[in-house]
């Protein structure tokens, strides 16, 4: 009943926005909101900063960051315009896959600091208004888990089920690999069980058979305890993996789901912390979207938008925007309670796997015309300073971040433009320690060996580039990223109110409209190196101002509702239409 009544105020509210906005005449007197309504989904309009806790800051100098040292700069984060933390996996672990080899699913691990310096965090951040939400991890386990050495020692382990089997090698062994090109197999031999078991990723990573109902009670057990601790949200990991059907028969390049293991946890989140969300790492097709949301928003709060990011970066290599409008559309449907999550650089690699291979290969010659800067067959391993090289083009792009119909997420370091270490492994290039000055290894830690090499060499290293530096110049990165979000704040229309894309006239400027409680935005990118003139129709009366949000100039809308506007190449205006 308490996810029911919020989505009839949405209805409602959304109905009365639309009546709104078409009858602007009428001027007809905003919706409020209710308080608590706002808190309840908070999500709709928050801004999300990615941490990894072991890169971030170190407060004792052991060359890893901890606890003490993030919650020393919550400060910085509240500037800019942070509304909540996603804290990467943090918990006990052999450390084989940075952290998501999880051993211990109530612990911490004790290189990041205590109970208590954990607790502290979630105090000072609640003092500052900043949530906190955290990974979940719970489609596989390390292979050291507790869990999984008992299951393995003896086939009456009660701990056996906990995970999924086959006494003989499956047909499909080695099909449906996360890693293509790195991992073999998704079915290994275990000599001491002897059998096989299943793994989605690594083969130290045994998946959990999420179809027994003692790993769903153990799942729900891992949820109310982080609850109690003052967690605000789960980042769930690789979801259509989580709730896949395995065993030794089945196809995995065609499973069946079991969404009602979403459903579950869902009402059982909110039963115990009414305001905590789900936001889902799953990267589906938009014809597959809807169960993972739900059809009236029961499973997932939210959801990372793969398809819309895959096809952004499509349009920043190739300057051309149809595709991206097009995945936009395609993404629009989900239930009013839901939003997406929108991001530009996450801590994996740019997934390119939904373009086509012409199309991601324009992208990789682009963005990473070197085999190295690639990954998996399918993505590139960098970060967005360096891969898109042009000022002008990282500042569109967050631009385009923060106008976009979703949660914004920004992965740390990417707002001073971090660069990339393509010497690490996999993706630990875009792992690297945050860079705070110019001070011994940018200010993470005074140590003589950090837990990864700090950038130090090249235009990207901390000398140049670091937090300091930019805070004290006006025309930093830094601070157009924390004036585009400040600005965001000022405009609620993109988080809760309707949107459509609008027509330009030019295959490389994009336009979105915004309505909400009789006001409305309009935001246009353009993709071009070039500059580009348009003619947007903004469906409003004539003598309708355009008051432009980056510098407060004003200019009217002519007698048939439109304007013609020139945009300089990598241009983007931000417009309030008022009357």
Not at 290 to 318: R, V, W
Not at 351 to 380: A, N
Not at 412 to 421: A, F, Q
Not at 530 to 554: F, G, H, R, Y
């Amino acid at each position: 009943m308490k996810h029911i009544l919020p989505l009839l105020f949405v209805t409602l509210l959304v109905s009365c926005q639309t009546k709104t906005s078409e009858n602007e005449s009428k001027k007809t007197p905003p919706v409020p909101l209710a308080t608590d309504f706002i808190e309840e989904l908070w999500y709709k309009n928050a801004l999300v900063y990615s941490v990894d806790v072991e890169v971030f800051k170190d407060s004792n100098n052991d060359g890893v960051g901890d606890f003490k040292g993030l919650t020393q700069s919550l400060d910085y984060l509240k500037t800019l315009g942070v509304d909540a933390i996603w804290l990467a996996p943090f918990q006990p672990t052999p450390n084989k896959d940075d952290g998501y080899d999880v051993a211990d699913f109530y612990g911490i691990d004790q290189r990041l600091g205590t109970n208590q310096d954990f607790d502290e965090l979630i105090k000072q951040a609640s003092q500052r208004s900043i949530r906190v939400m955290m990974d979940l991890v719970t489609n596989h386990t390390s292979d050291q888990h507790p869990w999984f050495k008992q299951a393995r020692q003896q086939k009456n382990s009660p701990y056996r089920s906990w995970y999924v089997w086959s006494k003989e090698r499956p047909k499909k062994w080695d099909t449906g690999m996360v890693f293509p090109g790195v991992q073999k197999a998704v079915w290994t031999y275990d000599k001491q069980a002897g059998e096989y078991y299943y793994h989605r990723f690594y083969d130290f990573q045994p998946d959990l058979n999420m179809q027994n109902p003692a790993v769903q009670r153990e799942m729900r057990k891992i949820v109310k305890y982080w609850l109690d601790k003052g967690i605000a949200g789960f980042r769930v990991d690789a979801v259509p993996f989580l709730i896949e059907v395995a065993n030794p028969d089945f196809d995995p390049d065609k499973p069946e789901h079991q969404f009602d293991i979403i459903t579950q946890l869902h009402q059982y989140i909110q039963w115990h912390k009414r305001d905590a969300i789900l936001l889902g790492e799953a990267n589906v097709d938009p014809k597959e979207q809807e169960p993972f949301f739900g059809k009236d928003g029961e499973n997932m709060q939210t959801m990372f938008n793969f398809f819309a990011n895959q096809h952004l970066f499509y349009a920043l290599a190739s300057g051309e925007t149809k595709l991206l409008r097009k995945a936009l559309h395609d993404t629009k449907d989900i239930p009013p309670t839901a939003q997406w999550a929108h991001f530009l650089r996450n801590h994996d690699e740019i997934d390119l796997g939904r373009l086509s291979d012409e199309e991601r290969d324009k992208v990789y010659k682009r963005f990473g015309p070197d085999s190295t800067m690639q990954l998996y067959d399918r993505g590139i391993r960098r970060r967005l300073a360096p891969m898109l090289g042009d000022r002008r083009l990282v500042e569109l792009a967050y631009s385009m971040l923060f106008s976009l119909p979703g949660m914004p997420v920004i992965r740390y370091g990417e707002e001073i433009g971090m660069g990339d270490d393509l010497k690490l492994e996999e993706r630990l290039s875009v792992r690297t320690p945050m860079q705070w000055s110019s001070a011994t290894n940018g200010g993470f830690s005074n140590a003589p060996k950090t837990v990864r090499p700090v950038i130090s060499q090249g235009p990207y290293g901390y000398t140049s580039i670091n937090v300091a530096a930019q805070r004290a110049d006006s025309a930093s990165l830094l601070n157009k990223v924390t004036q585009l979000a400040r600005l965001r704040k000022q405009c609620p229309e993109i988080g809760w109110g309707n949107w459509e894309l609008v027509d330009t006239g030019s295959q490389h400027v994009l336009a979105i409209r915004y309505d909400w409680q009789g006001r409305s935005l309009l935001m246009v990118h353009n993709f071009s190196p070039e500059p580009q003139q348009c003619q947007i129709s903004t469906q409003l009366k004539a003598q309708t101002q355009l008051v432009n949000l980056l510098d407060n100039s004003q200019r009217q809308v002519g007698k048939d509702g439109a304007y013609t506007t020139q945009l300089p190449g990598y241009g983007y205006t931000w417009y309030r239409l008022q009357k």
